[in-house]
Every structure is written in structure tokens, then in C-alpha cells.
């Protein structure tokens, strides 16, 4: 994005559409499956699915004329997509772990901006978890977001989880640039009930900050 004109998708507007996304998959899975239940063969198991209803909540936010810019979701999509709804958010295939919503020019000509990159690494082990920050904090985007199926209180070397990622990302990222780690619970987990528990960050700065339940 260039530094001259304003972002397209404001961060605190691209933060609400990937929270009420993460919402959306809680409902969409409940009472059906955990990340946890088949991991070690199914590497990413919800990624197509949150990649879906992102588009679906970036579509549900777009405004009327014909010259608006494209927006587009791009993941493995190998199965949700084909029961997607008409829609003007564009679904396209990209890594089966990666998850991009990028906004292109009304005629598809230029690459305007890429409001957010997400990276689900469902296996919550350090190792994974960490290699998913080093990618992110190496991929260009406005919000960087994290999501797995960790305790975010868990203890790495002396910090939370939460606050271990956190410093994975800034330390190969630039300053003051947004982050959103969202650490999924099964039935039964460290919450008191199912869902993400969400926190915000931003480069550089000492500390993760707890976001409330929507």
C-alpha cells in the first residue's frame, strides 16, 4: 500500500470482518468436529471453511456501484467453495494454509491492496507455530493474522504463547504493524466453552492485548 493514499479497508474495519469470520466458523463447526480430532492427518482442516466465511463477510460489507475495486479470498478451496452463493467477492485457489484477501483495481488490472493475510497452523506445537510467524511476518499486509488450536496462556520459555507468537512476528516484521492471534478451544478446552480467544498486538510494542467476546 502506498504511504501516499489511505488503505481501502481501514485495520479496524478488516479486524471486525475477520473476527465476525472466526465467529461464523465456531457456528459452522459446532457440534461436529475440533482441529484437534484429526490434525495429524489433516494438517489444515478448517482452513477452507474460515477462507469461505471470510468472503461471506467481506461480501456482506461491500456498497453499491459498478466500478467498486474486486475483492478477492484465496485458499486450497477444495471443498466449500462450490457451495458458495452469488457473490461479488472472488474465490480463488491458492496454499492450503494460507489465507489472502486481496483488493484489486475495477477493471483486475493492478493489485491495489492486501488487507489481510492469515495463516491457520492448527497443530499447536512451538515448532509450527513458529515457522507460521516467521511467514507472516515476511508476507505484506495490512492485518497479519494467526490462528491455531493452542492455550494462549501456555508457557514458552518463560512467556505465554500468546505473547511468544507475538514476538516471533515482530521480529522479523517491521514496527507498529497490526497482528491478530486467535486461539481456538474445543468442548472442554481452556475456555469455559468452544471458540477463539482473541488478542490484538502491534509490532514492537511489550505487550498482547486480550480482546473481549463478541
Known amino acids: 500500500m502506498s504511504p501516499a493514499r489511505a488503505s481501502l ?19 459452522r463447526r459446532a457440534s461436529i468436529d475440533a482441529p484437534v480430532e484429526y490434525v495429524r492427518r489433516v494438517a489444515h482442516p478448517w482452513t477452507d471453511d474460515l477462507a469461505f ?7 456482506a460489507a461491500q456498497t453499491g456501484g459498478e466500478l467498486q475495486p474486486m475483492q478477492e479470498v484465496s485458499t486450497a478451496f477444495r471443498r466449500v ?17 494460507t489465507i ?3 483488493i484489486y483495481a475495477p477493471d483486475d488490472s493492478a493489485l491495489l491492496e492486501q488487507p489481510v493475510a492469515l ?27 494467526l490462528a491455531t488450536q493452542a492455550d ?3 508457557d514458552v520459555d518463560g512467556l505465554t504463547l500468546a505473547t511468544a507468537c507475538a514476538y516471533r512476528i515482530s521480529a522479523f516484521a517491521p514496527p507498529r504493524e497490526p497482528v491478530l492471534l ?33
Open 9 to 27: 479497508v481501514p485495520v479496524e474495519n478488516a479486524i471486525t470482518i475477520v473476527t465476525a469470520a472466526l465467529d461464523a466458523l465456531v457456528r
Open 53 to 59: 466465511e471470510l468472503a461471506l463477510q467481506i461480501d
Open 81 to 97: 467453495a462450490r457451495d458458495a452463493p452469488e457473490m461479488k467477492v472472488r474465490l480463488v485457489q491458492g496454499l492450503p494454509h
Open 100 to 102: 489472502r484477501w486481496r
Open 119 to 145: 495463516h491457520s497452523q492448527w497443530r499447536g506445537a512451538w515448532p509450527h507455530l513458529s515457522r507460521a510467524c516467521d511467514d507472516l511476518a515476511q508476507t505484506r499486509a495490512s492485518l497479519r493474522v
Open 152 to 154: 494462549p496462556d501456555r
Open 182 to 214: 486467535a486461539f481456538y478451544a474445543p468442548e472442554g478446552g481452556w475456555r469455559s466453552q468452544a471458540g477463539f480467544s482473541l488478542y490484538s498486538y502491534k509490532t514492537g510494542e511489550q505487550a498482547v492485548t486480550p480482546l473481549a467476546p463478541g
